[in-house]
């Protein structure tokens, strides 16, 4: 199994500043044939689901700000949200689709 | 609108059983992959099973391979999960959630989720 490693566990940033979350795979999510990179992002606000914010490691989904973004290859990711907003307070999740099981990071909570 | 709209959970006793259901609308079901996924309350996500838009082709966890069993009726546009010998580890929040059309393993959107709680 792909075992998903994120980190922080949680951050607290200032309105306006940078908030940036790591993921990290056991392995390579590169699929070679394709250079695709094979991790979705979503963020999870209390008592709702998640929301999908990215694929292919950088491709915004549509409706998701641009303040949002989305990068790294292999086996290291990131996801930067360029100025917190009061409605980006969310806990982020990394997940790969490279391989069944499909699997998740932990989880990073973002707050004010 | 896309909707999913999961239904089923409830408290149950160790050992017991549930059928959990998603009623999908707004999309043509039976072209889409579709995926089980759980969140034990405070924890993370974790992908239980997902199973093909003809419903003959289904993939499980480990931790609930031989007990729980996914289908589908794309007549009625549903997704089952039914949960056999159920542990108290099984308690959770579970989401139905939709392949995406470019992808069928990573989800969206995702249903609100129904839970399930495993107590005597």
């Known amino acids: 199994d792909i075992v998903m490693t994120q980190s922080p566990d949680s951050l607290a940033v200032s309105l306006g500043e940078r908030a940036t979350i790591s993921c990290k795979s056991s392995?390579?999510?590169?699929?070679?044939?394709?250079?695709?990179?094979?991790l979705a992002w979503y963020q999870q606000k209390p008592g709702l689901p998640p929301k999908l914010l990215f694929y292919?490691?950088?491709t915004r989904e549509s409706g998701v700000p641009d303040r949002f973004s989305g990068s790294g290859s292999g086996t290291d990711f990131s996801l930067t949200i360029s100025s917190l907003q009061a409605e980006d307070v969310a806990v982020y999740y990394c997940q790969q689709y490279y391989s069944i099981p499909l699997t998740f990071g932990g989880g990073t909570k973002v707050e004010i | 609108e896309v909707q999913l709209v999961e239904s089923g959970g409830g408290l149950v006793q160790p050992g017991g059983s549930l059928r959990l259901s998603c009623a999908a609308s707004g999309f043509t079901f039976n072209t889409y992959w579709m995926h089980w996924v759980r969140q034990a309350p405070g924890k993370g996500l974790v992908w239980v099973s997902r199973?093909?838009?003809?419903?003959?082709?289904?993939d499980y966890a480990d931790s609930v391979k031989g007990r729980f069993t996914i289908s589908r009726d794309n007549a009625r546009n549903t997704l089952y999960l039914q949960m056999n010998t159920l542990r108290a580890e099984d308690a959770a929040v579970y989401y139905c959630?939709?392949?995406?059309?470019?992808?069928?393993?990573?989800?969206?959107?995702w249903g609100q989720g129904t839970l399930v709680i495993v107590s005597s």
């Open positions: 959630a939709r392949g995406h059309r470019n992808n069928p393993n990573w989800f969206d959107p």
């Open positions: 392995q390579t999510v590169l699929y070679s044939p394709n250079n695709k990179n094979y």
């Open positions: 292919w490691a950088s």
């Open positions: 199973i093909n838009p003809d419903g003959n082709t289904a």
